[in-house]
């Protein structure tokens, strides 16, 4: 199993201090969330919604009602000759006139939930006074006009309205009842007292009619309140979103500040530190080697070997935080040349050679010979198979051994592999070894413990020479690391072009 490259694995801090600042945020949020997983919404929360929906049908449509009473009476005139007509038209235009009148009164109010029952009833009201003119209508009689004719013409005339009605106002509800129940009384009353088939068949066809278009119009307002339940719950997730992401901003901007806080911390305290543990470094050193003279009590010699032993850690702990605090700044400038990875790596070897040894652990190498050279960071690079070289020293017991490969990628590019028999890396701790400052247990408990910046910093550098790190690890297997520096690096050496006249005379030596 591999694991590629991981660009930024440290973990930000983000500052609590300023926490309260969003405890409403957080409680408009917790709220919105409780709200969006009921399973329905209270009753009467869209009751508003729906009558504004209702106000303004009935002002869009303010027109059509008038233009079709007025057709209708044209034609009752035509066919009956009766100029009573005229009388239900002008009554039916001021009850629609008075309804319309409402509708615009009521869309200047602002809708509470006490004024949108008193406002619906009064609708209704509106409603029923269009009703009643249209019973007015269904009783009207002809004594010149033939029984079939004036019954289809009435039949007509009262399913159109009820289709009109049903199609415009079926946002407030029993509004088809509420209309047209004055007009079912009328024509049972009628039917009743006349007891012609006609009649009856007309009292019963517009019963059915108005019992199917009141269903129908109770399916389409339960279906604008699931539309209308849709639109609030998606508005409530777009607001969550929002405000989730504004939170995620504002913990984002304060981790890239104590990030940035953190980086120019270290790279200063790096800095200033790494003076006097050069003059620390140094005058233990002269004294170790006692070149102002003897050092008559040897506990006093040990001493100063185990302060340079120590300040040596030192310095280069300080010099690998400065160097990924540098890293992480976007300062860390590469100076590339035309090098070889197989001279490189021979001087690492050479360098973790004496604790191998003293370990008693094997170095193998095997190297691909003639490999041209590559375009790289040679101060770079060589820290890079320094530290890979180290961390397999270190945890590679006794008796142990490791291989060294230098060859060709299979892209065309060139790979440092460093394979040890070590206890292994556990898959679940890969990544926490990758991370910054990460180390895995094996490493908490070994006696040469790390900063855990090596790998980050290997990752790091191989990145800007646009590289890959890989690393495979089994549980007491071992672990293998590999450093690959891509094709377009590798400088290839072009043969000489020989010239016209060398070239004809081995041709014609070989003719």
């Given amino acids: 199993m591999s694991n590629g490259v991981s660009t930024s694995t440290d973990k930000n801090i983000v500052d609590k201090s300023r926490s309260h600042r969003n405890k409403p945020v957080a409680k408009a949020v917790r709220v919105t969330r409780e709200r969006l997983q009921s399973s329905h919404a209270p009753s009467g929360a869209f009751d508003r919604d729906v009558l504004n929906l209702y106000i303004n049908a009935v002002l869009q449509g303010a027109s059509i009602i008038p233009l079709f009473v007025i057709i209708i009476a044209i034609l009752g005139i035509y066919f009956t000759g009766d100029t009573q007509i005229v009388l239900w038209a002008i009554l039916t235009l001021t009850a629609h006139a008075a309804n319309v009148f409402l509708a615009r009164r009521a869309r200047?109010?602002?809708?509470?939930?006490?004024?949108?029952?008193?406002?619906?009833?009064?609708?209704?009201?509106?409603?029923?006074?269009?009703?009643?003119c249209w019973a007015y209508f269904a009783i009207q009689d002809c004594a010149a006009c033939e029984p079939a004719n004036l019954v289809l013409y009435k039949g007509a005339t009262l399913l159109i309205a009820l289709s009109l009605t049903a199609m415009w106002n079926y946002m407030l509800t029993l509004c088809v009842l509420v209309t047209f129940s004055p007009v079912v009384f009328a024509l049972v009353a009628k039917s009743g007292i006349s007891r012609e088939i006609l009649e009856i068949s007309l009292t019963a066809t517009l019963t059915t009619t108005v019992i199917f278009f009141h269903y129908i119009s109770d399916r389409l307002f339960q279906q604008n309140l699931r539309i209308l339940s849709y639109?609030?719950?998606?508005?409530?997730?777009?607001?969550?979103?929002?405000?989730?992401?504004s939170m995620s901003d504002e913990a984002r901007r304060r981790a890239e500040e104590a990030n940035l806080a953190k980086s120019r911390f270290l790279a200063s305290m790096s800095h200033e530190l790494r003076t006097p543990l050069n003059a620390i470094l140094g005058f233990s050193e002269v004294m170790s080697a006692e070149v102002m003279g003897p050092l008559n009590n040897p506990t006093y010699k040990e001493y100063t070997s185990d302060i340079h032993r120590s300040g040596q850690h030192l310095l280069n702990l300080i010099n690998e935080i400065l160097d990924l605090s540098r890293i992480e700044a976007g300062k860390y400038e590469l100076s590339e040349e035309a090098i070889s990875l197989l001279d490189i790596s021979e001087d690492c070897i050479g360098m973790v050679q004496l604790r191998a040894r003293g370990k008693n652990i094997t170095i193998s190498q095997q190297f691909e010979l003639e490999l041209p050279a590559v375009w790289a960071d040679e101060k770079s690079m060589r820290q890079v198979i320094l530290n890979l070289l180290s961390n397999a020293v270190k945890f590679t017991p006794q008796g142990g051994e490791i291989m060294v490969k230098v060859g060709w990628t299979a892209g065309g590019g060139q790979y440092i592999s460093i394979k040890d028999n070590g206890p292994g890396i556990p898959e679940d701790e890969i990544p926490v070894v990758l991370s910054a400052f990460g180390q895995g247990s094996i490493a908490i408990k070994s006696a040469e413990q790390g900063t855990g910046l090596g790998l980050p910093i290997v990752q790091a550098i191989l990145a800007k020479h646009d590289g890959q790190f890989i690393l495979k690890s089994k549980l007491r297997e071992g672990t293998e690391v590999i450093a690959i520096l891509p094709a377009r690096r590798v400088l290839q050496s072009v043969p000489a072009v020989e010239d016209a006249q060398a070239v004809s005379r081995k041709r014609r030596s070989f003719a």
């Fill in 231 to 245: 639109q609030v719950e998606k508005d409530d997730l777009i607001a969550e979103l929002e405000v989730a992401k």
């Fill in 108 to 132: 200047k109010r602002e809708m509470t939930a006490i004024r949108t029952r008193k406002w619906r009833r009064l609708l209704l009201l509106g409603q029923f006074l269009i009703g009643c």
